[in-house]
């Protein structure tokens, strides 16, 4: 039984990060520490005692980012799941007697899906740079955009030729799981992109240690949702999910 008055939700949000930096691996992290600078934003629940939170309270969350913010399904279900783990988390804790149910959005059907050799063009012409090099990135190696390749290090892209990887290999330490612990070989166009990135980067004056660098507090870009949307409707495109790219990886190198 909990001894005390549950604490406010900005509040034990600070203790579950710091629970998150050892017990949890550095792409889920960063996962959560992007989610919870959102859920923050919400009055209802920072400012709420943990067992204020209702179903009610996250499904009004849930209207305000699709309507008032315009973030997607994906986006607002990232947020509810970090919710919903930070919840369980004081329950553990003892910090309350017991956890709301709280239910992610329905996904839209037919948003995942594998992109054609016709369509990539279409939506690399209409890309920003930064989501262009991505995009490249994503579709010749298969990475995951959150966990490894938005927070993709120098430290980890050797662009050393080899007879196993002529133009550079990507070494992934820490994955979803551990059989994500791999080294993937670049293609020519990757290692291009990587080649003018890391040239771009050694000529500014504040270097950052990441590929794709970004002015969060995490240093690197956790997000492409607003131009990915800009480039798939400048080339005329059906909705699609950034992730596809990765779809489209699995499903070329298998065909």
Do not use: M
């Amino acid at each position: 039984p909990t001894s005390s008055a549950p604490p406010v939700f900005s509040s034990f949000s600070k203790e579950f990060l710091q629970f998150a930096k050892t017990d949890t691996k550095v792409g889920t992290q960063t996962f959560y520490d992007v989610c919870l600078n959102r859920l923050l934003t919400f009055a209802a629940i920072a400012d709420a005692p943990l067992d204020a939170i209702t179903g009610e309270v996250v499904s009004r969350y849930a209207r305000h980012r699709q309507e008032v913010a315009k973030n997607s399904v994906v986006t607002v279900n990232g947020d509810i799941r970090t919710l919903r783990r930070i919840l369980h988390v004081a329950v553990e804790w003892g910090k309350i007697s017991h956890a709301p149910a709280i239910h992610e959005l329905p996904q839209p059907k037919g948003r995942r899906r594998a992109l054609s050799f016709e369509e990539e063009p279409l939506y690399l012409a209409k890309a920003s740079d930064n989501l262009r090099d991505a995009t490249i990135l994503a579709v010749d190696t298969g990475l995951r955009p959150n966990s490894e390749l938005f927070p993709l290090k120098w430290a980890d892209v050797d662009l050393t030729a080899c007879p196993e990887s002529p133009h550079g290999v990507i070494h992934i330490d820490q994955g979803k799981s551990d059989a994500a612990r791999r080294s993937v070989p670049l293609t020519p166009r990757a290692a291009e992109v990587l080649q003018r990135r890391k040239k771009d980067a050694e000529t500014k004056a504040k270097q950052s240690s990441f590929v794709f660098p970004g002015v969060g507090n995490s240093g690197h870009i956790t997000s492409v949702q607003h131009p990915h949307k800009a480039a798939i409707e400048a080339a005329g495109l059906g909705k699609f999910e950034f992730y596809c790219w990765r779809h489209t990886f699995g499903t070329r190198a298998a065909q």
